[in-house]
């Protein structure tokens, strides 16, 4: 079992639908990550919260916006997807950011895998 | 920048074989470095790790050493069984404090 959880685990939305991934964890960890994974290649970093602020944004679309509420949550806000934008979304976390101390290792949910018609 | 760089697969073993899969690495400085395993309609789960040179992670059967000389974490497993079958992805954290994962490889254990 993840201790990272990650809903839903299945999306299917239109164009020009509005929807929100989330994601919790309560490990205690500082550092959250959205990454997106299509298929047969590794995961590819998209943003990184760092004790819940915008630390690292890897130049993602302003269609995909996140939100971090709080410690434990992570969002991520998806608005006029286009269809190249279907793959897994995975959530990671991590005791400290990048940075801070030693290389903590990313703990990952199992994923919300999003299908833009 | 920094990188790594995993066979490519897929690889294909009977059940009990031995599996190498070689990792190799570029960075500055001290990297971590780690294993993960994909099982398929998963998330990335951590297998193994090492945080400075000559370190050996291990769990479940694998290992791997960290070589600094060599640059390599090549991850190895005596005897795989089916359920081992997976895509398995080999990892740093560099200096620059980024993970840098390699593209894969998808390991298939046949009965």
């Known amino acids: 079992d993840t201790e990272v959880t990650q809903t839903p685990k299945h999306l299917v939305m239109g164009m020009t639908n509005k929807k929100s991934l989330k994601c919790e964890q309560h490990m205690g960890h500082r550092a959250m990550y959205w990454y997106k994974q299509k298929a047969k290649k590794p995961p590819e970093l998209m943003f990184v919260y760092s004790y819940e602020k915008l630390s690292i944004n890897e130049s993602v679309p302003s269609r995909f916006s996140p939100e971090c509420p709080n410690s434990s949550l992570l969002n991520l806000h998806l608005h006029a997807l286009q269809p190249e934008d279907s793959a897994l979304y995975l959530c990671?976390?991590?005791?400290?950011?990048?940075?801070?101390?030693?290389?903590?290792?990313?703990?990952f949910g199992d994923g919300t895998r999003l299908s833009i018609l | 920048g920094n990188s790594v760089t995993q066979m490519e697969g897929p690889v294909t073993l009977s059940e009990e074989a031995f599996l190498t899969i070689n990792c190799t690495y570029t960075?500055?400085?001290?990297?971590?470095l780690f294993w993960y395993v994909q099982y398929p309609g998963e998330g990335l789960q951590l297998l193994l790790k090492?945080?400075?040179?000559?370190d050996k992670g291990s769990n479940k059967g694998f290992e791997a050493t960290y070589r600094k000389e060599t640059t390599s974490f090549h991850l190895e497993k005596g005897s795989v069984q089916v359920s081992d079958s997976a895509v398995y992805f080999c990892?740093?954290?560099?200096?620059?404090?980024?993970?840098?994962f390699g593209a894969g490889t998808r390991l298939t254990v046949k009965p």
């Open positions: 090492a945080t400075k040179a000559d």
């Open positions: 990671a976390s991590s005791l400290r950011p990048p940075g801070q101390g030693s290389n903590q290792p990313q703990h």
């Open positions: 960075a500055t400085g001290y990297p971590s």
């Open positions: 990892a740093l954290i560099g200096n620059n404090n980024d993970m840098r």
